[in-house]
């Protein structure tokens, strides 16, 4: 099979989260134990940092793979979902999956696999490991899917467990309080392995503290001892933020340039500064120009995109994929220090997420265009529209995210901005991301 005959053959044949939602969600280890027993456990062969969390993840874990490349080491990165290609998924130092990887792996592997009747993500994982195995990494950094003690990905025995932001999301599937989706979050902390969260949150801090006691895990609350400030405003078209970083109240890091703009990017650093220092405990060497470098280097060395991410000024155009209640409510928050003279939102959901309470957090001066990402999960923009209107929120229709976004910009003045959002999979269909 070619590459895209490949992966047409895998979405047919296995079952996917990101298209299908709760259907393509097979939770236990079973399945993902049993594809690394046939391909020989290459997970046990490379190191690794295992990171969670509901916000958060996807920045921590490009920014970490950013210092430790630019520290000199061979880096593997598995992220989820994909925004354009599936291959980018998978990278090591940056560069995405080779596509006839794909092709040779799945013909090598998949008679061995179908007794097994593994979902697509699970497939996914098997497949990162060999593949950061066959490339000898010196170290990976592994994104959970969904949640944490049933994910696919916690086979792994990591050397730093990382757990971001713990918000609502996926509640049908983790628990419908903070505490029972910390609980699923806190699922990776293992034996003796360092744990560090990177926001202290009252609610669900005893989760923490309670499993870090059961495993013998020391735990870190990262902003306990690293505190981030903004040196000076950021001019709304920057896509740069100037900080200091004090650790423990003395002067760490002054004048950080950190190439990811959104405001919440604070929120993440102490967890990722606070990982890579129990890095260097384990023998890692990462000197202080290594960090620098990687987290103002980040796009050129992992190709990260889509948070906060500014497609053009006058007007400014950017789009963030927040897609949930405390992601948006960060992107709202951002929004509205901007200085315009009308906003203009492109907007969709998907069908499984709590679309009342995420409305209910967006402004109502804005016009809205509401869309539908080319997915299964995308709840149709009519209907979102019909939501919006019960809330107060008002706009129209346009169909495909590329109509909607065509139609924001001809409207926009050069001092208007022009926001898209609401959902990874609409960030995802931007034409010019």
């Not at 990462?286 to 470098?293: K, M």
């Not at 929004?335 to 003279?341: D, G, H, I, T």
């Not at 001092?415 to 898209?420: C, K, L, R």
Request: charged letters at 20%.
């Amino acid at each position: 099979m070619t590459y895209r005959e490949t992966l047409d053959f895998l979405y047919n044949q296995l079952p996917m989260f990101q298209r299908v939602g709760e259907a393509g969600y097979k939770p236990g280890l079973g399945n993902t134990e049993a594809l690394a027993e046939l391909t020989g456990h290459p997970e046990r062969t490379f190191p690794s940092v295992h990171v969670a969390g509901t916000n958060g993840k996807g920045s921590s874990s490009n920014l970490l793979a950013a210092v430790l490349q630019a520290a000199g080491y061979t880096v593997g990165l598995y992220t989820s979902p994909h925004l354009r290609e599936f291959t980018e998924r998978i990278k090591v130092n940056g560069e995405d999956l080779k596509p006839e990887y794909l092709v040779d792996w799945v013909a090598r592997w998949w008679p061995q696999f179908q007794h097994v009747q593994p979902s697509f993500f699970e497939m996914c994982v098997a497949l990162c490991f060999c593949y950061f195995a066959e490339q000898k990494v010196d170290i990976a950094v592994i994104e959970v899917g969904l949640g944490g003690r049933l994910d696919s990905t916690n086979i792994i025995r990591p050397l730093v467990s990382l757990i971001t932001n713990i918000s609502f999301d996926h509640q049908n599937l983790l628990g419908d309080t903070l505490p029972k989706i910390a609980g699923e979050k806190a699922g990776i902390i293992k034996s003796e392995v360092p744990a560090v969260i990177s926001q202290t949150q009252p609610q669900v801090r005893s989760v923490f503290e309670e499993k870090a006691a059961a495993m013998h895990a020391p735990l870190q609350f990262a902003d306990q001892e690293y505190h981030v400030e903004p040196i000076r405003p950021a001019a709304p078209d920057e896509d740069v933020q100037h900080l200091r970083v004090t650790r423990q109240g003395a002067p760490y890091l002054d004048n950080l340039e950190l190439a990811l703009a959104g405001d919440y990017q604070r929120l993440n650093l102490p967890g990722v500064l606070a990982t890579i220092e129990a890095l260097r405990q384990q023998g890692y060497t990462i000197p202080e120009e290594a960090v620098r470098t990687g987290l103002r280097d980040l796009r050129r060395l992992t190709g990260f995109r889509g948070r906060w991410t500014i497609l053009s000024r006058q007007p400014l155009v950017v789009c963030d994929t927040g897609h949930n209640e405390a992601g948006l409510r960060f992107v709202t928050e951002q929004l509205a220090r901007l200085p315009y003279q009308r906003l203009h939102f492109v907007l969709g959901v998907v069908n499984d997420k709590d679309v009342t309470k995420m409305l209910d957090l967006l402004p109502r001066d804005a016009s809205y265009y509401f869309c539908q990402a080319s997915i299964p999960r995308a709840l149709p923009g009519a209907e979102l529209a019909e939501r919006a209107a019960a809330v107060g929120l008002h706009g129209q229709v346009y169909g495909p995210v590329a109509a909607a976004v065509a139609a924001a910009r001809a409207a926009a003045g050069p001092d208007d901005v022009v926001f898209i959002g609401g959902s990874t999979f609409v960030v995802a269909d931007i034409e010019e991301l």
